[in-house]
């Protein structure tokens, strides 16, 4: 297997074709999935988002909006509402306490998984108009999409 520092120099055309394929079908499948039932959802996209970054730790308010790619402003007014709704809550930084740090709650926790499942559910739907060999040739290189991605954040980590 060639590792990301052996290619990293050397980014072939095809490989750029597809990478722009990739970020091309992730968000329509996404968009596809809200609104492939014509139902609402158990919450909006971007509620989900700033959820889902905040799944493994808590994080600064400016970290969380330059990770969901929001102004300030636009993340606070939602952490306001996920904090509202119980779903977040603010805590100070214990190394600094000027630093308001976001976090997921236990709700909050429940709520991204209700989320998760119903979006599968929606991806399935779609997913069910290709026939089984093109779902298990999708499933194969996903799973090595999956791979590699866990291999290079290893070398990342591994570097720090």
Do not use: F
């Amino acid at each position: 297997m060639t590792t990301l520092t052996e290619r990293s120099g050397a980014t072939r055309s095809d490989d750029l074709e597809l990478a722009g394929l990739l970020l091309a079908t992730l968000p329509r499948l996404g968009k596809m999935a809200m609104h492939a039932s014509g139902e609402q959802g158990p919450m909006s996209a971007n509620r989900a988002g700033v959820m889902w970054q905040l799944r493994e730790r808590a994080m600064r308010s400016g970290d969380l909006a330059q990770r969901c790619a929001m102004t300030a402003p636009a993340l606070t007014e939602l952490v306001d509402s996920l904090t509202r709704d119980g779903l977040t809550r603010r805590l100070e930084d214990s190394n600094d306490r000027r630093v308001v740090l976001v976090e997921l709650t236990a709700r909050g926790r429940h709520e991204l998984d209700r989320y998760r499942d119903y979006m599968k559910h929606r991806v399935a739907n779609v997913l069910v108009r290709l026939s089984a060999e093109k779902r298990a040739r999708l499933r194969a290189a996903l799973t090595d999409l999956h791979d590699a991605i866990e291999a290079i954040t290893k070398e990342t980590a591994n570097v720090r």
